[in-house]
């Protein structure tokens, strides 16, 4: 099955420290991976995708092959950074679906 | 453009009754995606329609959830016989074809009393 997995729950960090967010996803082929965000009484949204290689409010994120991981980093978070942050990938099975993570609330703490 | 469009915002329904929750996509997208998410957990796939089609319904459960996303008029995840474990928020998202990105609704907090 493919799965994708966020092993933190809850993570907790000072403004100003660096953050990341960890996500592995289960081995096969060439993965197309998102990172979701949901800020408080907000519709989910589109953080970044790997395949675009860009850096959206402060945060990057790399996909390692090896490591079948795509963790979502940021050097210096910031307040409004508090939120829920999902992972997901696109499952291509004869019709597409985004197949999403258990998520990781974050919280910035002043 | 609105973006997607999802109502009621919040449904109470007492045991046994039905819960229709609707999803109206983005102007231009004929692709339609409905999640659960369960207290504590994450987002879980149960349906991808496209117009009068339903294309995968792997993550339905068997009985009394349907789906629907009819030639005119809004996408309708439809629960009959509510019980407490339905309780839920349900996403909604819609992309247009060719389109990876999916967009998402603001979603439908069933709770079941």
């Known amino acids: 099955a493919q799965r994708v997995t966020q092993p933190e729950k809850l993570l907790s960090v000072f403004k100003g420290a660096p953050v990341e967010l960890k996500c592995n996803y289960s081995?096969?082929?060439?993965?197309?991976l998102f990172w979701y965000v949901q800020y408080s009484r907000q519709r989910l949204q589109l953080l970044l995708r790997?395949?675009s290689r860009e850096s959206i409010k402060g945060f990057t994120a790399d996909l390692n092959k090896g490591e079948t991981s795509f963790h979502l980093k940021k050097p210096f978070a910031q307040e409004e950074d508090s939120a829920m942050y999902y992972c997901a990938r696109l499952i291509i099975q004869g019709a597409q679906k985004l197949v999403f993570g258990q998520g990781t609330r974050l919280t910035i703490n002043p | 453009n609105a973006g997607v469009m999802q109502n009621p915002r919040h449904l109470v329904r007492r045991r046994g009754q039905e819960a229709r929750l609707r999803c109206s996509p983005m102007?231009?997208?004929?692709?339609v995606y409905w999640y659960r998410q369960l207290p504590e957990e994450g987002l879980k796939f149960m349906v991808y329609l496209q117009k009068e089609n339903i294309i995968d319904e792997s993550g339905m459960p068997k009985e009394r959830f349907s789906a629907e996303f009819p030639k005119e008029g809004p996408s309708i995840l439809r629960i009959q016989q509510v019980v407490r474990g339905d309780s839920a928020a349900y996403f909604c998202?819609?992309?247009?074809?060719?389109?990876?990105?999916?967009?998402f609704g603001q979603g439908t907090r069933l709770t079941v009393v």
């Open positions: 081995y096969s082929g060439s993965p197309e």
């Open positions: 998202a819609s992309s247009p074809p060719g389109v990876t990105e999916a967009f």
């Open positions: 102007k231009g997208h004929s692709h």
């Open positions: 790997h395949i």
